[in-house]
């Protein structure tokens, strides 16, 4: 997606630079940090570049070093958090795996990123009008290109005998529905703890695709025990 592509690079022209330190990278972070909170708490139109220089303790030279304006924070902020979430159904050609067992552990990474980055998520819902429209026509892409890996695998599945569910679409747009609009009643500070809320909201998915989640280390017998390596966050 090479429109995006630039457009992030514009959006952080200091990010692109080989040169590039640790602490520009820090303080660019910062800034993103800082803006996604504000973002989330005064709404995009509610949120001025002097209010995240103000909770930073910089002057607006200092941000708009990394950031062209508040639209270029904001597509960087949404994109970031769409990639994550929406690239969650993504396997090596070379994984031969039965589509089950790839679902079981593409639907936890999906809801686990999108509890993650669900700030950012709100923002890219919440915002939609703002955006330029080749931005949102990526963002569109990229959402399309998700359902359909998530309808093939279930479709896989269906064949294969490991799922159970009537109609593809509809079974994938509930299920988008339920987690893509999580931002409207989950709170970090609820009653749930996000690990907690990951594992139920996952096991609800299985569910609706008659899909038995695999049990947890603990209920398994020892022996069948192996330990498992942590996955690298692709960069």
């Given at each position: 997606?090479?429109?995006i592509r630039n457009a992030i690079k514009a959006a952080a022209p200091a990010a692109s630079r080989p040169a590039e330190t640790q602490a520009c990278i820090d ?106 429209p080749e931005f949102r026509a990526e963002l569109r892409n990229l959402a399309n290109d998700f359902y359909a890996d998530l309808g093939a695998l279930m479709e ?80």
């Amino acid at each position: 997606m090479p429109a995006i592509r630039n457009a992030i690079k514009a959006a952080a022209p200091a990010a692109s630079r080989p040169a590039e330190t640790q602490a520009c990278i820090d303080k660019r972070e910062r800034i993103l940090a800082v803006a996604e909170d504000l973002f989330y708490r005064h709404g995009f139109a509610g949120t001025t570049v002097d209010m995240i220089c103000e909770e930073i303790g910089v002057t607006k030279p200092f941000v708009y070093y990394y950031f062209h304006d508040k639209h270029a924070i904001v597509e960087t902020l949404a994109w970031r958090a769409s990639v994550a979430c929406l690239s969650t159904m993504k396997f090596p050609a070379g994984d031969d795996r039965p589509a089950h067992l790839k679902l079981a552990e593409g639907l936890q990474r999906w809801v686990a990123a999108s509890v993650t980055h669900f700030r950012a998520s709100a923002l890219a819902f919440r915002v939609t009008a703002s955006l330029r429209p080749e931005f949102r026509a990526e963002l569109r892409n990229l959402a399309n290109d998700f359902y359909a890996d998530l309808g093939a695998l279930m479709e896989e599945g269906r064949r294969q005998g490991t799922l159970s569910f009537e109609d593809t679409t509809v079974t994938t747009m509930a299920m988008g529905g339920a987690v893509g609009f999580m931002y409207t009643w989950y709170r970090p500070e609820g009653r749930l703890p996000p690990d907690e809320l990951v594992s139920r909201l996952t096991a609800t998915l299985c569910q609706m695709i008659g899909l038995r989640p695999a049990p947890s280390p603990a209920a398994q017998p020892a022996k069948a025990r192996r330990k498992i390596q942590p996955r690298r966050t692709p960069q």
